[in-house]
């Protein structure tokens, strides 16, 4: 196996192991590929009681930790998650925020408060549209929405709503 000069890693205070099943069962191409037990005794506990989860999620390596509370999740870092269509993002969505808790834009937060924008990749599209009243009225009508309709996006942009 390659190893991967850039690994995104997060620090879970006790259920890195727990949040890399729940991310695995949610993504293709996706698993656990080591949990290792950390031998020495840390500032974060005796032996053991440190674990470093490994997995890989739609391909990409990931790293987790569990060695207690430290710094908790914010929005500075967020994980995208591009879907092709409306069926897609619904299913992303509804698995994510399982326990989590729903935000604007596109945004939740899922259980163990890592934040992930679910979003349709034609957004990206309309927003970078040459036609500055097409992409405003996309960007506005994302604005107000929660999960994003990507049949409501299309309108807005297509000037077809009010």
């Known amino acids: 196996m390659t190893i991967q000069k850039i690994t995104p890693f997060l ?14 069962a949610i993504f293709p191409d996706s698993r656990i590929t080591r949990v290792t ?13 440190v674990k470093i989860v490994e997995f890989v999620l739609f391909g990409q390596p ?6 207690g509370p430290l710094d908790p ?9 591009n879907c092709d269509d ?4 619904d299913r992303y969505w509804s698995a994510l925020l399982e326990g989590g808790t729903p935000e604007q834009c596109g945004w939740l937060k899922d259980r163990f408060g ?4 679910i979003v349709p990749t034609v957004l990206a599209e309309m927003m970078a549209a040459p036609d500055a009243a097409k992409a405003k009225r996309a960007a ?23």
């Open 11 to 24: 620090w879970y205070s006790r259920e890195a192991e727990e949040a890399a099943a729940f991310y695995a």
């Open 37 to 49: 037990a950390m031998p020495s005794e840390s500032p974060s506990g005796p032996p053991g009681s």
């Open 62 to 67: 990931f790293i987790a930790m569990s060695a």
């Open 73 to 81: 999740f914010n929005h500075a870092v967020s994980f995208v998650v």
């Open 86 to 89: 409306q069926a897609e993002l």
């Open 114 to 117: 890592l934040s992930w924008q």
């Open 140 to 162: 506005d009508a994302m604005l107000k929405m929660v999960k994003l309709d990507i049949a409501a996006l299309k309108a807005a942009y297509s000037g077809t709503t009010n």
